[in-house]
């Protein structure tokens, strides 16, 4: 393997969760009789990139986007349809880590509760070490403070680690924080038409693959 310490994103690098948070966010828009409704391919681009962009979308207002994400960390919530589904080579990545003698690490926005159910209903809360989520309230990616914290705490090594997302702000962190980056299950553009692989790229993100299976042999994992 490349690296010996894996630090990973949740949300949509290995968890499937956008369709399900999508749905969420649209049963609330239509409630709300949100202008953006007419361009849920946008909207849909725009959750992809941060939250940031939905917080900013016409017509939504600070009380609408709590409501939402209230919803979304709540029983309800997590029982919405679509639900959310590991992606299929999740386990399998995440497990030849361990078997090769490295570490799994989450480095994630998603609150711990919610966080813990996610990963136990998809079988995934064995393969991690340690956990820095959202109620350890350190700033937001791409603000490395948080990723800092965790790699001072479990012993890691910045040159012998790496920090993988979805989105070009995972790598940026973990670019911040002197270690290695790789963008993985990307969307194919960005909602002004840009290739997220392309900016991670220009950004300094070395390792940049369609899928974990591809990421995986990338860092010689499999």
């Known amino acids: 393997m490349l690296f010996r310490d894996y630090i990973w994103d949740f949300d949509g690098t290995l968890v499937d969760t956008y369709p399900h ?10 409630r709300h009789h949100i202008d953006s409704l007419n361009d849920p391919e ?4 725009q959750m992809r990139v941060a939250f940031l962009f939905i917080h900013r979308m016409p017509g939504m207002t600070e009380e ?14 997590r029982a919405h349809d679509p639900q959310i589904v590991s992606f299929p080579d999740s386990a399998t990545v995440l497990g030849a880590i361990i078997e090769k003698g490295g570490r799994n690490f989450l480095c994630t926005h998603r609150d711990g509760d919610t966080l813990s159910w996610f990963l136990g209903k998809n079988g995934l809360d064995r393969y991690f070490t340690d956990i820095l989520d959202a109620d350890e309230d350190f700033p937001m990616k791409p603000n490395p403070e948080g990723l800092t914290a965790l790699c001072l705490r479990n012993s890691i090594d910045p040159s012998e680690a790496i920090m993988i997302g979805d989105r070009i702000i995972d790598g940026l962190t973990g670019l911040n924080a002197g270690m290695s980056a790789a963008l993985v299950n990307y969307p194919a553009f960005l909602p002004d038409g840009r290739s997220p692989a392309e900016d991670a790229a220009a950004g300094g993100v070395k390792y940049i693959a369609n899928s974990l299976t591809e990421l995986a042999r990338l860092l010689e994992i499999l």
Do not use: N, T
């Open 42 to 45: 946008l909207v849909y681009r």
């Open 21 to 30: 948070e999508f749905a969420i966010l649209w049963d609330v828009m239509k």
């Open 64 to 77: 609408i986007f709590e409501e939402f994400s209230e919803i979304r960390k709540s029983p309800a919530g």
